[in-house]
């Protein structure tokens, strides 16, 4: 049977640690992967019909966390049977109830010692998250420095 | 000849020779088209005045001819003719009549209807019996339209023909001189560089075409390849001569210090093995430099092949591990890719080699042998290796000169070295068209990136 499971990003390298940590005690199960991405949803009606969540995330993925999510892919590549991005907009539990029952999500792995980054329009779903009674499993991730973006991406191998 | 000479030339004369072309074209074919038009308006006349005037006096006749006088323009010198031939008279004594030329007398008794052009004199006849009468029906005219508008459209047409031939030397001029400006940008370029700068490469300018960036890159992988061939030499020959000076010394040191004073037997001994020992060491280093000379550089083509990274990897850590038992290299395979594919590049086995085993001894040397972490993963489209060491790191001030072949940082005054690895090291990875980036804190540890890109299959 295939598995689901939710994972928070903010799009920085250091996020997808939640994500590798997770993955590695599975054995030959499918998993499917749903990374799920919070931010407020835009006041202004012009913004809102244009709207798409797939701009949105192709606007924030950097080539390093491409390069990093290809890197976990093809770590696991007979464990994952998709992966994909979604956006939540939802503040409330009853919004995140449904976003996850929407998407069948079995398994809700967050980091337990590493803050989101939420610039200005986006939300950490953490808090939320920890309220809701769904199977939770918080992972413990290394990010002992500030990294430039060049170096991003070593924050997977800690 | 200079290409662009030559390249004016042909443009040059392509374009003007198409603009001559076109003129020529024009005015033959206006030319042609005039005479065909102006036989046709005399052709007309004729068979008008045959019409009244072998009917003259009746009703018709009159009329047709008050029309031609009313609405027909009259032409240029325009002459009509009426002449009742009979067999006494002869064509000359009619031409001279006339004024008319003989020959066209003859061909139109000959024909019937007949057209000829003497000189601006355009004349068109026909030839008509009525009873037993034969009669020649002659009008001949001057062509206004040739004798002034065709001149006119020859002075434009040889007017504008210079003009355009005037204007397309000076653009092909211009043109075949300044197309020229950035190949003569790259060949002053590449004249600077020489051997004692050729770590210096062409700037590659986005905003150029396509070619001239493609002509940059093509230099630069060039001595790209110059560079780490000259290195790999220089190299050699400072590790070869270090290798083989310090077994000498030891053997030369050793016999003099036996040779200061008699001294027994054990001594001479002890003193005789340690030199053996010494000629042996000299002679293993001997031959693995033969051998290295007879394998790797046969004068062959060096010949890019699929090479798996983590193969060359580990084959880099056991050779590590025979120079330097003390080391502590562990190979994180956590993110291993699970599809081999994912590893391979196409590479030179012995070059990723020589760059992998600079970068883990220098990891291993600048730490004093603390653990050294190689990982390696891989993306969709490059082979990601990072060797981590918790070493005496590179000044941020200095990061920028860790390239420059010979330069060595202030740092590693207690450590041996030459200043060469590193830039060889990038000229391999370059060679294989991948990044190599450092990043560095003093005293907490070096981070090397590597990334190669993959082999398309």
Known sequence: ?158 | MKTQTKLAIILGFLSTTLVVVFGISVYYFLDKYSYVDFYKRLEARVSIATQYSLNSGTLNAKYLKSLREQHLEALEKEKEYLIEVSPKTSFQEIAQKNNLPVNFLISLSKVGTYNEKQGNLFIAGSHYKKGNKRYFVIVSAENYYVSNHLIFLRTVLIGGISMVILIVAIFSFYFSKHIFDPIKDITDKVKQISTENIHLRLENNINKSIEISELTNTFNELLNRIETAFEIQKNFISNASHELGTPLTTIIGEADFSLLKPRSSEEYTIAIKNILQQAERLNEITKSLLFLAQTGYKGKAITFEMVRIDEVIWQTKSLIDKLNPNNKILVDLRLLPEDPKKLKVNGIQQLLHLAFANILNNACKYSNNKPVTVHIASSNSQVIIIVEDQGIGIPESEIDFIYDPFFRASNTNLFEGHGIGLPLTRNIVSLHKGDLIVSSQVNIGTKVQIRIPLIKI
């Open chain 1, 1 to 158: 049977m295939t598995k689901t499971i939710l994972v928070p990003i903010d799009f920085s390298v250091a996020s997808l640690n939640t994500l590798k940590i997770a993955l590695e005690p599975y054995s030959e199960e499918p998993i499917e992967v749903i990374l799920m991405y919070s931010e407020y949803l835009d006041d202004s009606i012009t913004e809102l019909l244009f709207h798409t969540s797939n701009k949105t995330v192709s606007n924030l993925i950097t080539p390093d966390f491409k390069d990093a999510l290809e890197i976990i892919i093809n770590r696991f590549d007979g464990k994952i049977k998709c992966l994909h991005i979604e956006t939540f907009h939802g503040h409330n539990q009853n919004a995140l109830r449904t976003f996850l029952e929407a998407n069948h999500v079995d398994e809700i792995y967050i980091p337990s010692n590493y803050q989101l980054k939420t610039p200005k329009k986006t939300f950490s779903p953490i808090p939320l998250i920890r309220k809701s009674n769904y199977h939770i499993i918080e992972v413990n991730i290394e990010t002992d420095f500030e990294l430039t973006i060049q170096e991003q991406i070593f924050s997977l191998f800690n």
